[in-house]
C-alpha cells in the first residue's frame, strides 16, 4: 500500500507552494479520520507526513497544524476535481490498515456531504472511492472519469 500511495501525487505540481486555509483544512480531515477508529498508528502518522512532504509542506508546518488545529477555520475545496482528490486521500487513509469500519464509513460519507455531493449520491461515491483504493485505481483514473 505505501507504494501506492508513493505514486499518486505528481510531486512538481505542490513544491514550494505555501500552506493553505483548504490544504490545512484538508490535513485536519486525514488526522481526524486516522483517530476515527481508536487505531491510529504510526504507520497512519507515516502517511499524513507523506501526503505533506508530496505537497512541500515542512514537516514543521504539519506539526504546528496538528498540535494546534483549532487555530483554523475549515474551507473545502472549490473545483470538483480538488475535492475528489480529498475525498479519495480520505479513503486512502481509511483503508491504508485494510479495515473500514463503520465509523470511516460514515466520516467519509459525511465529508462527501461536506464537500457538496447531493446526499442520493453521497453513499455510492464514498463506496465507489473506498472500492478504487482497494483496486489500485489511480486518482488521474478516477478524474478521467468524472471529467469524461
Given at each position: 500500500m505505501v507504494s501506492f500511495i508513493l505514486?499518486?501525487?505528481n510531486k512538481s505540481s505542490y513544491m514550494n507552494h505555501e500552506i493553505t486555509s483548504e490544504l490545512k483544512s484538508h490535513f485536519l480531515r486525514l488526522y481526524k479520520l486516522a483517530l476515527a477508529d481508536?487505531?491510529?498508528g504510526v504507520l497512519e502518522l507515516q502517511v499524513l507526513y507523506l501526503f505533506a512532504e508530496e505537497r512541500g509542506v515542512p514537516r514543521t508546518e504539519l506539526d504546528k497544524l496538528l498540535n494546534n488545529p483549532t487555530d483554523h477555520d475549515a474551507s473545502i475545496p472549490t473545483e470538483l476535481t480538488q475535492r475528489i482528490e480529498y475525498l479519495?486521500?480520505?479513503a486512502t487513509m481509511i483503508l491504508y490498515d485494510e479495515v473500514v469500519t463503520e465509523e470511516e464509513r460514515?466520516?467519509?460519507?459525511k465529508f462527501c456531504r461536506k464537500f457538496e455531493f447531493l446526499d442520493e449520491n453521497v453513499d455510492s461515491l464514498a463506496e465507489y472511492l473506498l472500492d478504487c483504493v482497494k483496486q489500485n485505481?489511480?486518482?488521474?483514473e478516477?478524474?478521467?472519469q468524472v471529467n469524461a
Open positions: 505514486n499518486i501525487y481508536d487505531n491510529f479519495y486521500h480520505l460514515s466520516m467519509l460519507r485505481v489511480s486518482l488521474e478516477i478524474i478521467n
